[in-house]
């Protein structure tokens, strides 16, 4: 089973300059997750979607960023404009059930703001 | 809302010896996750703890939720250098979304 994919692995925009992530989950799992990690910090939480439909973004700092699921398979988080304070590790992750089950992350985005 | 907290955020441990992390929620949790980052990797799942007290064993990783479903621990033991990365506990806010801790890091002195 292919595991959870992002791309890019790396971005280094300039401050003002527009970055769109991208996620691919397991395949059949209709929970996705977008996740940040801040050095040193704890992995904060974005928002989620159920197949298409964002079920919360509670998360999402500002209206800066925009996460999209179109079709319900892969989803892209934009940025823009990028900010300083946005930079991080943008991690993706998938689950199949409802209610708490384990998650699985990709191996991240890391997003440098210059 | 709800806060995990792990302490410490860093241990340095000699390979061969013993560590324990801690995990610590500001209310009663229904489950707690632990995740394992490698350097340079993703946050793996390591395990799920359900019950009041309950033990899990995973080879030298042993995993204990609290009585009150407050706080957890991991605990290895005869640390090797395949033991270095990040351990973090993880708490639900709900039914889907999880509050993570910021982990401890884990070196290992050969």
């Given amino acids: 089973e292919a595991g959870v994919t992002q791309f890019p692995s790396h971005s280094v925009i300039e401050k003002g300059q527009t970055v769109t992530l991208r996620c691919d989950p397991i395949s059949g799992h209709d929970n996705l997750y977008w996740y940040r990690r801040v050095m040193g910090k704890e992995i904060k939480f974005l928002l989620h979607f159920v197949k298409e439909s964002k079920q919360d973004e509670s ?5 800066r960023f925009l996460a999209e699921r179109t079709g319900g398979t892969y989803s892209t988080l934009k940025v823009q404009p990028a900010e300083l304070e946005d930079s991080g590790v943008y991690f993706c992750a998938s689950s199949q059930d409802w209610r ?13 703001v210059t | 809302g709800q806060q995990v907290m792990q302490i410490p955020q860093y241990q340095h441990v000699q390979e061969g010896e013993d560590f324990t992390t801690y995990c610590n929620s500001s209310t009663t949790l229904s489950n707690i996750q632990w995740y394992k980052q490698r350097p340079g990797g993703h946050p793996v799942f390591l395990i799920q703890l359900v019950k009041s007290g ?18 957890s621990s991991l605990h290895i033991t005869a640390t090797q250098t395949t033991d270095v990365g990040t351990y973090f506990c993880a708490g639900p806010l709900n039914d889907y979304k999880l509050s ?6 884990v070196t290992v002195r050969a």
């Fill in chain 1, 59 to 63: 998360g999402m700092p500002n209206n």
């Fill in chain 2, 54 to 71: 309950e033990v899990k064993k995973q080879k030298r990783l042993t995993f204990q939720f609290g009585e009150a479903k407050k706080n």
């Fill in chain 2, 100 to 105: 993570f801790g910021a982990g401890t890091t």
């Fill in chain 1, 100 to 112: 708490n089950s384990p998650l699985h992350f990709g191996n991240g985005t890391r997003l440098t």
